[in-house]
T-cell receptor, first 108, second 117 residues
Framework: KNEVEQSPQNLTAQEGEFITINCSYS?????LHWLQQHPGGGIVSLFM???GKKKHGRLIATINIQEKHSSLHITASHPRDSAVYIC??????????FGQGTRLTINP | NAGVTQTPKFQVLKTGQSMTLQCAQD?????MSWYRQDPGMGLRLIHY???????DQGEVPNGYNVSRSTTEDFPLRLLSAAPSQTSVYFC????????????????FGPGTRLTVL
């Protein structure tokens, strides 16, 4: 079992839909990162969370430390949001573990 | 600011050859790191540095060397390339870190696609 599980692995939606991508992890963590990888391969860091919720534009990230779960939400999705979204967790002071990513496709 | 730059963008090596992947950042970040990305494996940390003269191993350090002589530059050296090192390599930097891990936004370079024949 992977230490970081993302779901779904693939998601296709229509423009304007509300999108949720989930990240679950199996051990205690000190922080969690959400990254976006564009179709061309470039990686952009979206959020770093250790508790609660963060918002940037149409993107919202939440984390529930007790349930070992984080979600990334996209409101009013747009084709330019099509990318692979990657969750990464820092496990205490020992390890940085990445999920395998969720491939999101938004159709016009 | 150029951000994080990597060279080359593409490279093909033969087994046993050595080469250096270059990484530079102009944001005065102390923390820099190298990752490799393989299909089905996700990103994995190779080496990282928390300042000039200080480096440490990540999850998959074997076959790679790093050094940090300046804040700006963090080259990754492949000593004797093997087909298992075929991958896409990303360098990243971050302004804040704690206990060896990034605790703020990471800035990624564009990547180097390496093929070892």
């Amino acid at each position: 079992k992977n230490e970081v599980e993302q779901s779904p692995q693939n998601l296709t939606a229509q423009e304007g839909e509300f999108i949720t991508i989930n990240c679950s992890y199996s051990v205690g963590i000190s922080a969690l990162h959400w990254l976006q990888q564009h179709p061309g391969g470039g990686i952009v860091s979206l959020f770093m969370l250790s508790s609660g919720k963060k918002k940037h534009g149409r993107l919202i990230a939440t984390i529930n430390i007790q349930e070992k779960h984080s979600s990334l939400h996209i409101t009013a999705s747009h084709p330019r949001d099509s990318a692979v979204y990657i969750c990464a967790v820092i496990q205490g002071a020992q390890k940085l573990v990445f999920g395998q990513g969720t491939r999101l496709t938004i159709n016009p | 600011n150029a951000g994080v730059t990597q060279t080359p963008k593409f490279q093909v090596l033969k087994t046993g050859q050595s080469m250096t992947l270059q990484c530079a950042q102009d944001m005065n970040h102390e923390y820099m790191s190298w990752y490799r990305q393989d299909p089905g494996m996700g990103l994995r940390l190779i080496h990282y540095s928390v300042g000039a003269g200080i480096t440490d191993q990540g999850e998959v350090p074997n076959g790679y060397n790093v050094s940090r002589s300046t804040t700006e530059d963090f080259p990754l050296r492949l000593l004797s390339a093997a087909p298992s090192q075929t991958s896409v390599y990303f360098c990243a930097s971050t302004p804040e870190w704690r206990q060896g891990w990034p605790t703020d936004t990471q800035y990624f370079g564009p990547g180097t696609r390496l093929t070892v024949l």
